[in-house]
């Protein structure tokens, strides 16, 4: 009951709006903590999402701290399990991740790979889902497939601009309206867990140059 009133309050509070377009992306929310943009994806019947927030914190902070798969359940949501399965190389990391539904629908899992350029400023962080990875499992519905980005550019030295865009096939047998707004709720849940993990450490000093 508990995990379901915190969906729910999550899916709420992202509401569509009319926006302008942007290299084909719609604004359908903006305040001052963040900005979400959608963006119709050919023959899908699910948006591409991108997500823009200010993260208290550096660069290089972030970048570990996003990458630690012991931290995953504190900022992505609904996150039930995660495993560091494999690091190929110091650019390379594999993660399997479990998400819990609530009743009835089933938790949805994938295996990510996620590929960066440690010295890069700034830096991306490429998303990239590996279903076939591992053997499907029976208490979780693999998701068919799942690519995106996250671009992490510094503004202080206390102060990163994230942007994470996901597109995301769900797979299984959900309700298209839920999964729409599962999937858009997802990226903004990150970015607001991730200003709420470093907000009392806020430095917004513009860098000079």
């Known amino acids: 009951m508990r995990r379901t009133a915190a969906l729910v309050s999550m899916l709420a509070s992202v509401v569509c709006v009319a926006g302008p377009i942007h290299d084909d992306w719609k604004l359908v929310r903006q ?3 963040l900005e979400v943009w959608t963006r119709h994806v050919p023959n ?5 999402v991108r997500v823009g927030g200010n993260i208290c914190t550096s660069l290089d902070v972030l970048t570990r701290y996003v990458q630690d798969v012991d ?3 504190e900022w992505i949501p609904d996150t039930a399990e995660a495993h560091m399965l494999a690091q190929p190389s110091a650019f390379e990391r594999i993660y399997y ?35 076939d990875y591992l053997p499907v499992r ?12 996250w671009h992490i550019e510094p503004r ?14 769900p ?13 858009v709720a997802l990226p903004t849940g990150m ?13 917004t000093t513009p860098s000079s140059g």
């Open 97 to 131: 991740i479990r998400t819990a539904m609530p009743w009835p629908v089933k938790d949805r899992d994938m295996i990510y790979r996620l590929v960066s350029e440690p010295e890069a400023h700034p830096r991306t962080i490429e998303i990239d889902g590996i279903p």
């Open 171 to 183: 797979g299984g047998n959900v309700p298209t309206w839920f999964a729409r707004r599962r999937i």
């Open 71 to 73: 931290r995953f359940v």
């Open 191 to 203: 970015i607001q867990n991730l200003e709420r993990k470093f907000s009392e450490t806020c430095d």
């Open 138 to 149: 029976a208490d979780a519905v693999r998701m068919a497939s799942v690519e995106g980005a």
């Open 156 to 169: 202080s030295a206390q102060l990163t601009h994230v942007t994470v865009e996901m597109r995301i096939e």
């Open 31 to 33: 305040d001052d903590a």
């Open 44 to 48: 899908s019947q699910f948006d591409a």
